[in-house]
Structures are given as C-alpha cells and as structure tokens.
C-alpha cells in the first residue's frame, strides 16, 4: 500500500485539535485540584461547626446549672427565667 501525505492543513488542523485537547487536559486537571481543595476546606469547615456546637452545648449546660433555665440577652447580659 502507497504512502501518502497530507496537506498542510489537515496537518496544522490536527495539530491544533491536538494542542486543544492537551490544554483542556490541563484545564481539567486544576479543576480537579480545586475541587480536592474545596472538599478539603469544606469537610474542615464541617469539623469546626461540630466543634462550636460541642462547645455551644457545653456552655449552655454549664450556665443552666448555674443559672436555671431561662433566657439570656446578648446585648444586656441579663438573664431572664422560664416561669
């Protein structure tokens, strides 16, 4: 079977669809980085919203022992409680 060549066009088209695809590799390959690193930082995230509740519970427990059950102004730091 005889050889044969193709035109500069065809080859400069491939070339680029070639280049195309290695760059959208590329692009892809950060993208799946990026989303690593997000679920990394939203699964942390998670970890201190767990956290803060702990400590949320603790300290409400803590202060109802103290204090009884009621509520409490932020703004005045009073307390005022359940009937």
């Known amino acids: 079977m005889e050889s044969k060549?193709?035109?500069?066009?065809?080859?400069?088209?491939?070339?680029?669809?070639k280049e195309k695809y290695n760059k959208l590799v590329i692009v892809l390959g950060e993208t799946e980085a990026q989303v690593?690193?997000?679920e990394l930082r939203?699964?942390?995230?998670?970890s201190n919203l767990i956290t803060l509740k702990q400590d949320e519970v603790k300290i409400?427990?803590?202060l109802e022992e103290k204090y009884g059950n009621g509520t409490i102004?932020?703004?005045s730091?009073?307390?005022?409680?359940?009937e």
């Open 36 to 38: 690593m690193d997000l």
């Open 42 to 46: 939203k699964e942390q995230i998670k």
């Open 5 to 17: 060549v193709l035109t500069k066009e065809e080859i400069q088209t491939l070339t680029e669809l």
């Open 77 to 82: 730091g009073k307390f005022s409680p359940t």
């Open 73 to 75: 102004s932020l703004e």
């Open 60 to 62: 409400g427990k803590e």
